[in-house]
């Protein structure tokens, strides 16, 4: 049921960086995102993938992580960092607008990244110049958002946000990440 | 397999109008959306959904359909339409942009509805000033895309383009629709 997937896919910043990942592994999620929709059928959706340590030293650096109660995440330390990514591009000579392509494309590599037992995280905060120069990226390609992936540390709960309540995830002192969702019925307007 | 999910999940445009989706259904779709992953956890998006023939008959009509050979699709004719709409809005009070959320919540309806034997189409190309005044849309609501579904009744076939090939959809004389997709090693560029 594509319903237990969505609700395994939990976002995840801390992994195992040890447990490695296979670029045919990479290709296969990257595949996924291919055969998905795309507005008009253009397809300007490029991907760099990385599973190497070295590769991934480049990138790592150039992301942004998040916040919990009011304070930056620094990010994970060395050994929970992502063990891949997948950077997608917006190629500027097919389309000059992504439309909603790469929230398609990023849904259907972390489902099936999550059928093999990956998690990550979809991450905008990125510092395109300097991941752009790191890896030598022509400027036709538009960086528009880094997928994080690893084998998953974390473990997260869904709950549901009480009408006014406060949506930023948080941590509890186990470690456990909590995730609030909107219920229903406040979605729903009509 | 989420792979053959999403190889199944073809866009569609013609559909057995007279084939019914229940309220519930769709409430069921969108909670897919609501339990996939939102750019901070702010979910901004909100949703109107619609089933009833009254309502579909004020939607229709703001949306555009696809081009064909360089031929503006008038749409399905009646008899064909879909069955029900999933307007994606973005709360301007949550939000002031919506990142890669509703590409995201699109693909979760979309593979859900597959699921269940449904199918449709994401449209970007929607009179978003007459379809806020047919349906009485606050004005703190933008418009982001519409989600049309019913039982399809067209047969989509996926190929791979040839590099260089035109990556238009188009339709055979059996009215079988075929969608060229770019090759992986063509996508994946690094």
């Not at 990244?113 to 905060?125: D, F, N, S, T, Y």
């Not at 390609?141 to 880094?146: G, K, P």
């Amino acid at each position: 049921m594509i319903r237990d997937l969505v609700i395994a896919n939990r976002t995840c910043r801390r992994f195992y960086q040890d447990v490695t990942i296979e670029r045919e592994t990479l290709r296969e999620l990257v595949d996924l995102a291919r055969l998905s929709a795309s507005g008009a059928n253009r397809q300007p959706l490029k991907y760099i993938i990385s599973c190497d340590p070295q590769k991934n030293a480049l990138i790592f650096p150039c992301l942004g992580f998040a916040i919990y109660n009011g304070q930056r995440d620094p990010g994970p330390p060395e050994g929970e960092r992502p063990s891949a990514y997948i950077i997608v591009l917006g190629d500027t000579e097919i389309a000059k607008s992504f439309g909603c392509d790469h929230g398609i494309a990023a849904q259907s590599i972390f489902l099936g990244a999550r059928e093999k037992g990956l998690g990550g995280v979809i991450q905008g905060a990125v510092k395109r110049k300097e991941l752009s120069e790191a890896l030598r990226i022509p400027p036709r390609y538009q960086i528009i958002v880094v997928l994080s992936l690893g084998k998953p540390k974390e473990k997260m709960v869904l709950e549901t946000l009480e009408p006014g309540g406060d949506f930023h995830y948080w941590r509890d002192s186990d470690v456990v990440h909590h995730v609030p969702k909107r219920p229903l019925d406040e979605i729903i307007i009509g």
